[in-house]
């Protein structure tokens, strides 16, 4: 933990929290060297000019201080609103983040081991059973008996079965999940705690701990956090997380002064051009979900926020758990977080490596990155993307808006841009 205590060393959270400025416009903060402004400002260009977003906004911050702080492009097409650094995202998976952090806040405080059983908490986990056979004609399917049962370390690092509806790419598990009812999370209306019972219904994917397959495991963890915490999933995140961190721009449900910063969603038309999304998206939610009344508290992909604000969630992890000399989680636990939890006999993506709530790159597949060993990443399925460096003290987030086009390609290649330039004097 040697590398965490020299970082917190030489960042503090209230130096970042007085440097990174709301932004009323175009605007590049702190003195930038510069390669890293001529090409980050090509690339975003670049990509905007080519129609591959309407808008971006993106933040770094190396040595504790913002290097860039910049937004291209538009924010609302129609309405030709240009793009600024405090305009506020639907940051979707980021959400999982932070609730793997407030669930590991609770394990320091005794509410639960990692190798719990969901069902000692959520009794209606106490039978799943796994798929066997389906049958398309009517998506019927019989079941077998799961080998063990699931435990909160398979929520974080997701070895439970259980799957996404939509998102799963699996034609099987959608249709059970769409025929049962079950939701993404995203903008999804209804009470948290029937659907997660709901969810405890459905057939398992594969037995627990033998394959990782992303789903709806984080939204399994939120509500385990209102248990443990006593409180709903909201007032958890903004009491012990949120108001620290002085985060003042991330909620799931966004107030109505603030709803002319949301970025609108944009979508490829039939001309192959972006336009605003005015039809329905996932499962027949609005695109306007974040000012929705009635949507449930979705630990894995409900948040909105801003980079300035997740840039200080993040910094949280290079600080050693410190934030304003308060300590919000402990510099062990923080270790635990960023270690692989994917055993050699779990089925996983060759350059896949996982934590408890992030992506990990380690030596086993650091081929497939330009960031560093020990680093640690992930976005949203609406093309956010995050990634904390901590050998070069770096974060990064580039955020766009995008419906039904995530990719990688984005976010890969900022980080091939801003690495090029360090080192270079």
């Known amino acids: 933990m040697n590398k965490f205590k020299s970082i917190s060393a030489r960042i503090s959270s209230c130096l970042l929290q007085a440097m990174i400025a709301t932004c009323t416009g175009t605007v590049v903060y702190g003195q930038v060297s510069g390669p890293i402004n001529s090409r980050i400002d090509k690339l975003a260009s670049e990509i905007v000019d080519k129609n591959q977003a309407a808008g971006i906004s993106i933040l770094v911050i190396k040595d504790g201080k913002p290097v860039y702080n910049k937004a291209f492009g538009l924010a609302d097409l129609e309405n030709k609103i240009p793009m600024r650094t405090d305009h506020i995202f639907r940051i979707a998976s980021q959400t999982k983040a932070v609730t793997s952090l407030a669930a590991m806040m609770l394990l320091e405080e005794g509410k639960f081991l990692l190798d719990d059983p969901v069902s000692r908490f959520i009794p209606e986990f106490k039978e799943v059973k796994v798929l066997d056979k389906f049958n398309a004609a ?8 799961a080998s063990r049962e699931i435990t909160v370390r398979d929520l974080l690092r997701h070895t439970s079965g259980i799957s ?27 009470n948290l705690k029937e659907q997660i019972a709901l969810l405890a219904r459905q057939p398992l994917v594969h037995q627990p701990g033998e394959t990782f397959t992303y789903g ?3 939204d399994i963890l939120g509500y385990l956090v209102e248990i443990w915490g006593g409180v709903p999933l909201d007032i958890f995140f903004r009491k012990r997380i949120f108001e620290p961190l002085n985060m003042k721009d991330t909620y799931f449900q966004l107030p109505a002064e603030k709803k002319d910063r949301l970025v609108s969603l944009s979508l490829r038309n039939k001309k192959g051009k972006l336009a605003n999304v005015h039809g329905l998206i996932y499962e027949g939610n609005t695109a306007d979900y974040p000012l929705a009344k009635g949507v449930y ?35 062990k636990t923080i270790e635990l977080m960023l270690s692989s939890q994917l055993p050699g006999e779990t089925a996983k993506p060759a350059a896949l490596q996982f934590g408890l709530g992030f992506a990990l790159v380690t030596p086993q597949n650091k081929f497939m990155h330009t960031i560093s060993t020990d ?7 609406f093309n956010t993307y995050y990634w904390v460096d901590p050998k070069e003290k770096l974060i990064a987030l580039v955020y766009t808006q995008e419906y039904d086009a995530y990719s990688e390609n984005i976010g890969n290649l900022f980080k091939n841009v801003i690495y090029s330039t360090l080192g270079n004097d």
């Open 138 to 145: 009517d998506s019927s399917y019989t079941t077998k008996a």
């Open 164 to 190: 996404y509806a939509v998102f799963s790419g699996n034609p099987v598990i959608n249709a059970i999940y769409s025929k049962a009812g079950v939701s993404t999370g995203i903008g999804s209306k209804g």
């Open 216 to 218: 709806l495991n984080t």
């Open 297 to 331: 508290l979705s630990g894995g992909a409900g948040l909105v926020s801003t980079t300035e604000d997740y840039a200080k969630f993040l910094s949280l992890f290079l600080n050693g758990g410190r934030v304003n000399g308060q300590r919000l989680i402990g510099e």
């Open 375 to 381: 680093s640690f990443y992930w976005g949203g399925i």
